[in-house]
């Protein structure tokens, strides 16, 4: 199992495109319901022309949400969910964001791993405290956890 990170392609999803993102998070029990709204940015990322994954980000400002980050079932376990966080904070610190968060019901150790720490959900921006993530699409029992970029 390799655990490095490694370059991939990330490709910007238009709304048109989203049924494919739509289909993963619903095969790994994510919400998707979101995925349509055009105001949303969507990547598939992609590993010698192969489709390897999505993520999802929102920038408010200086905070940015990061969310519906999935690996595709045939390379999991292989460094590339690594690879899209790393991709997605490089995006969101290209946008003005110093610091992302994210919601995760079961990937907390996978989270801390890259950095991200757990904290109250009263301690999130209002901005990203006020998205359909936050109000309604993630279980109340979800840990929030920041990082700094």
Known sequence: MDRRA???FAQPLAVWERDGLKAALAKVGLP???VAEPSRLFWRFERDDVPVGFGGLEVFGED???HSLVTLPPVRQRGIGRSIVAQLETEARGRGARSVYLLTTDMADFFAELGYAA???????PAIAATPHYTSLCMASATAMVKRI
Do not use: H, I, S, T
């Open 6 to 8: 490694f370059p991939l």
């Open 32 to 34: 998707g319901d979101d």
């Open 64 to 66: 940015a949400l990061l």
């Open 119 to 125: 904290c109250e959900r009263k301690a999130v921006p």
